[in-house]
């Protein structure tokens, strides 16, 4: 069975870090930018799973398995967050709950 060719990993991964990076600069809702988070943590477990297919070590699995679940930690903890701002100021916009003071 062949393999995916290393550039074209690491292209694909680039590719998905650069839409994730677009989408937490550009959006203003919060749950977008936690996905476009997301994203960017997907794209960098794939360059440690390029890598370690590269150079035939379990290494880069490992630490995908670990940026998976600090993803999984991160997005329950912002989600539990998204839903505790709406609840209170009845909006997830980012412009406007960073004017709130107090």
């Known amino acids: 069975m062949d393999t995916i060719p290393f550039e074209h990993g690491l292209l694909l991964a680039s590719a998905l870090f650069a839409l994730g990076l677009v989408g937490v600069t550009t ?18 477990g794939l360059v440690f799973v390029v890598g370690s ?6 290494d880069g699995q ?12 991160e997005v329950a903890v912002g989600l539990a967050l998204i839903i ?7 909006t997830v916009d980012i412009d406007v709950l960073s004017q709130l003071k107090g």
Do not use: C, D, P
């Open 27 to 44: 959006r203003r809702n919060i749950v977008f930018v936690l996905m476009s988070l997301e994203i960017m943590l997907n794209a960098t």
């Open 53 to 58: 297919s590269k150079w035939g070590h379990a």
């Open 62 to 73: 490992i630490m995908f398995l670990m940026i998976l679940t600090l993803a999984a930690a």
């Open 84 to 90: 505790q701002l709406y609840r209170r100021f009845k």
